[in-house]
């Protein structure tokens, strides 16, 4: 069963149980071969790319005061399209894992054509991933 299922099925009204389950953002088309050129992603917590030019990317929301990431929550990505993905994190933002062990502030990552990944943030702005 899944959470928002088991969330309905304990008296979440159905709309909060989606948002408390998190929620999908798909057939999106990444943009852009730099960062400010990017496709500024959502904060659905799967983010589904269909359409990926060549060097093409997408790149995290920008934090402030009250988010959009806390610690713990996580994001995952997945491309469909027919080439690499670029993933840039927000501003001043790393990613770690990967074979990246050293985070360099906004340096993207890649995902591979019909990949996906999972990152983690440990404090809303830099990830972990696998």
């Keep these: 069963m899944t959470i928002k299922l088991q969330l309905v099925a304990n008296g979440v009204p159905p709309r909060m149980a989606g948002v408390i389950g998190g929620t999908v953002a798909a057939v999106l088309t990444a943009a852009g071969l730099t960062v400010g050129a ?23 929301r920008p934090p402030y005061s009250t988010g959009p990431y806390s610690p713990g929550d996580s994001v995952a990505i997945a491309n469909g399209g027919a080439h690499t ?22 340096i993207p990552m ?4 019909n990949k996906m990944t999972l990152l983690i943030t440990y404090d809303g702005l830099n990830w972990w991933y696998d």
Excluded: E, H
């Excluded at 993905?85 to 906004?106: D, H, L, Q």
């Design 38 to 60: 990017a496709k500024l992603m959502s904060t659905d917590v799967f983010q589904v790319f269909a359409t990926v030019a060549s060097g093409a990317g997408a790149r995290f």
């Design 85 to 106: 993905m670029k993933v840039y994190p927000a501003s001043g933002g790393s990613f770690r894992g990967g074979g990246i062990n050293a985070g360099t502030a906004t």
């Design 110 to 113: 890649t995902i591979a054509s």
